[in-house]
């Protein structure tokens, strides 16, 4: 034992070991360099390619996997190996996302998430103007504030709001001018 870790440590005695070691080794970069754009394509079709960077990770996951194989003397055996992994990597990559449950996961939106959100002032602010707010809309008439309601919070519009209350647009849209008067007289913040 103690002799083979000496043989590791110093290397390999025989030249042509070395030389076979290097040729292998060159043999298997430049399978991997001739494999690179088919594995691409291979998981482009399932991404499509708006997914270039998890395109590029996969292949390199693929790679990582393959990389005591590419040296194999058969080039054949090597492709079909290198796709057996790439296909493993496919399923491994839907087994996480199910298990990570990343269909829903909100993407990360820098004008929605910026770290000023955080500020813990900003978020006094708004639930103090959020509050205001509720407090004016329901100090609106009923029907005034019904109409609100159905315009700018459910989104429907002019038309089938005045179909659902059984009125008229233009007293909708006057309803609407009534409503938007009153919040905005009520929910001016002192400063």
């Known amino acids: ?5 000496e043989q590791f440590m110093e290397g390999p005695r025989d030249a042509s070991a070395s030389e076979q070691g290097r040729r292998a ?7 991997a360099a001739s494999l690179n754009e088919p594995l691409a394509g291979f998981f482009r079709r399932r991404l ?8 590029e990770d996969l292949v ?9 194989q590419l040296s194999l003397a058969e080039e054949e055996h090597a492709r079909a190996y290198v796709f057996r992994v790439a296909a493993s990597v496919w399923i491994d990559r839907h087994r996480r996302r199910q298990a990570r449950r990343a269909d829903r996961h909100v993407p990360f939106d820098p004008d929605r998430h910026d ?3 955080l500020d813990l002032a900003r978020q006094l602010d708004a639930r103090e103007a959020l509050r205001i707010a509720t ?3 329901s100090t609106l008439p009923e029907r005034t504030r019904a109409i609100f309601i ?3 919070i ?3 519009a002019v038309r089938e709001v005045a179909h659902r209350l059984g009125l008229s647009t233009s007293a909708v849209e006057k309803h609407m001018v009534r409503a938007l008067e009153h919040l905005l007289a009520h929910t001016r913040i002192p400063r």
């Open 154 to 156: 459910e989104g429907l």
């Open 1 to 5: 034992m103690l002799l083979e870790h």
């Open 115 to 117: 770290g000023e959100g």
């Open 25 to 31: 080794q060159a043999r298997g970069a430049a399978l």
């Open 60 to 68: 390199q996951e693929v790679f990582v996997r393959a990389a005591d």
């Open 135 to 137: 407090q004016a809309l």
């Open 48 to 55: 499509g390619p708006c997914q270039e960077a998890e395109v």
């Open 150 to 152: 159905l315009r700018r």
